[in-house]
């Protein structure tokens, strides 16, 4: 038994239109006849007149009362139950907003090329370990502005990633606190995981980073912090767009400028929040336990996967039978009539 539920039950009204088209052909078909019988007598009427057979025509008409059938059932969309088919859905497990540091002091070489290119290039690679999971990113130096919401499109966060450097925020400084904060306002409101992946060296002017991570913990996120650069401090250069004349960043006092991963910052501000500090230095990192040990526990989901019932289109065959049936009874028609003009 066949066991169909329709959408759009209301284009059955149809059947009685085509019903009373189908008749009414009929009908034509014999008066049609009739009427030139009233002025020739048989004999006559089967000389000039060659007409298909009446099974002939009979196929004709059935093939047409078949293909309109089957249109409007197509029409009316017919599904089976939704018990019958069921997908598994998967919500994006865990909201990831990356939080990097474009300032000067990123440009130091103790990272070869320089801690922002070295960052960047960790970070593509670190997406990668993402799937599943929506992706912002976040550039900070004296202030900080959200360049890519939250996404589940990656290859729109690679594009931004590429594309972001010193220029990317026209005040200079680093400002760790104030870009948690504008960070935390760029998460969706209500229950899911949610992580901040802070890339930077550290470097902080005033901007209360641990209160900020404090009020970031108050809404469920996490921070994983991520430290490049030397302790020991490196010099910054300073490249003249022009010229290409390399010199090194002074202070006002014309004394030069040496720029030092501030790892206990960092290291305070992931366990405010319960997260990690990764002190990734100048050397590589290696991706595979950060994300195993200190990552992927914290966007485990909280929820089982979610099961979601959908109902399966059954008009597919229906539509190839119309379609079969509208060109059986047009070859007929197209043979009837070469038949009736020999």
Same mark, same amino acid.
């Given at each position: 038994?066949?066991?169909?539920?329709?959408?759009?039950?209301?284009? =059955?009204?149809?059947?009685?239109?085509?019903?009373?088209?189908?008749?009414?052909?009929?009908? !034509?078909?014999?008066?049609?006849?009739?009427?030139?019988?009233? $002025?020739?007598?048989?004999?006559?009427?089967?000389?000039?007149?060659?007409?298909?057979?009446?099974?002939?025509?009979?196929?004709?008409?059935?093939?047409?009362?078949?293909?309109?059938?089957?249109?409007?059932?197509?029409?009316?969309?017919?599904?089976? @139950?939704?018990?019958?088919?069921?997908?598994?859905? !998967?919500?994006?497990?865990?909201?990831?907003?990356?939080?990097?540091?474009?300032?000067?002091?990123?440009?130091?070489?103790?990272?070869?090329?320089?801690?922002?290119? !070295?960052?960047?290039?960790?970070?593509?690679?670190?997406?990668?370990?993402?799937?599943?999971?929506?992706?912002?990113?976040?550039?900070?130096? =004296?202030?900080?502005?959200?360049?890519?919401?939250?996404?589940?499109?990656?290859?729109? $966060?690679?594009?931004?990633?590429?594309?972001?450097?010193?220029?990317?925020?026209?005040?200079?400084?680093?400002?760790?606190?104030?870009?948690?904060?504008?960070?935390?306002?760029?998460? @969706?409101?209500?229950?899911?995981?949610?992580?901040?992946?802070?890339?930077?060296?550290?470097?902080?002017?005033?901007?209360?980073?641990?209160?900020?991570?404090?009020?970031?913990?108050?809404?469920?996120?996490?921070?994983?912090?991520?430290?490049?650069?030397?302790?020991?401090?490196?010099?910054?250069?300073?490249?003249?767009?022009?010229?290409?004349?390399?010199?090194?960043?002074?202070?006002?006092?014309?004394?030069?400028?040496?720029? !030092?991963?501030?790892?206990?910052?960092?290291?305070?501000?992931?366990?405010?929040?319960?997260?990690?500090?990764?002190?990734?230095?100048?050397?590589?990192?290696?991706?595979?336990?950060?994300?195993?040990?200190?990552?992927?526990?914290?966007?485990?989901?909280?929820?089982?996967?979610?099961?979601?019932?959908?109902?399966?289109?059954?008009?597919?065959?229906?539509?190839?039978?119309?379609?079969?049936?509208?060109?059986?009874?047009?070859?007929?028609?197209?043979?009837?009539?070469?038949?009736?003009?020999?």
């Amino acid at each position: 038994m066949i066991d169909w539920e329709f959408l759009h039950p209301e284009w =059955g009204r149809l059947l009685w239109a085509a019903a009373g088209i189908l008749i009414f052909l009929a009908w !034509r078909q014999t008066q049609g006849r009739e009427v030139l019988g009233r $002025f020739l007598d048989a004999p006559m009427l089967r000389r000039l007149t060659r007409r298909p057979s009446r099974l002939w025509r009979g196929t004709e008409l059935l093939l047409a009362g078949v293909a309109s059938l089957l249109a409007i059932l197509v029409l009316m969309r017919p599904q089976t @139950p939704a018990a019958t088919e069921v997908t598994w859905a !998967r919500e994006a497990s865990a909201e990831v907003m990356v939080l990097l540091d474009v300032s000067r002091s990123m440009l130091a070489e103790d990272a070869a090329p320089n801690r922002l290119e !070295r960052a960047k290039a960790e970070l593509r690679d670190l997406a990668r370990s993402l799937v599943g999971h929506r992706i912002g990113l976040t550039v900070f130096a =004296g202030h900080a502005a959200v360049v890519c919401p939250l996404t589940p499109d990656h290859g729109f $966060f690679h594009l931004v990633l590429d594309s972001v450097g010193p220029d990317t925020v026209s005040r200079g400084g680093s400002r760790i606190g104030d870009a948690i904060r504008r960070a935390v306002r760029g998460f @969706p409101t209500g229950p899911g995981a949610k992580l901040i992946l802070l890339v930077t060296d550290g470097e902080d002017h005033d901007s209360y980073p641990v209160e900020a991570a404090k009020a970031a913990l108050e809404q469920g996120i996490r921070i994983v912090a991520i430290g490049f650069g030397d302790e020991g401090g490196s010099e910054i250069p300073i490249v003249d767009a022009e010229t290409g004349a390399r010199t090194t960043l002074k202070d006002r006092l014309g004394n030069v400028v040496r720029s !030092r991963l501030d790892g206990e910052t960092l290291r305070e501000i992931a366990l405010t929040t319960e997260g990690a500090y990764v002190p990734a230095g100048v050397g590589v990192l290696d991706l595979e336990p950060i994300v195993s040990k200190h990552i992927a526990p914290l966007l485990r989901d909280t929820e089982p996967a979610v099961t979601r019932a959908v109902r399966a289109e059954r008009y597919q065959g229906l539509l190839l039978g119309a379609l079969v049936a509208l060109l059986g009874g047009t070859l007929l028609g197209a043979e009837g009539s070469r038949r009736s003009a020999s």
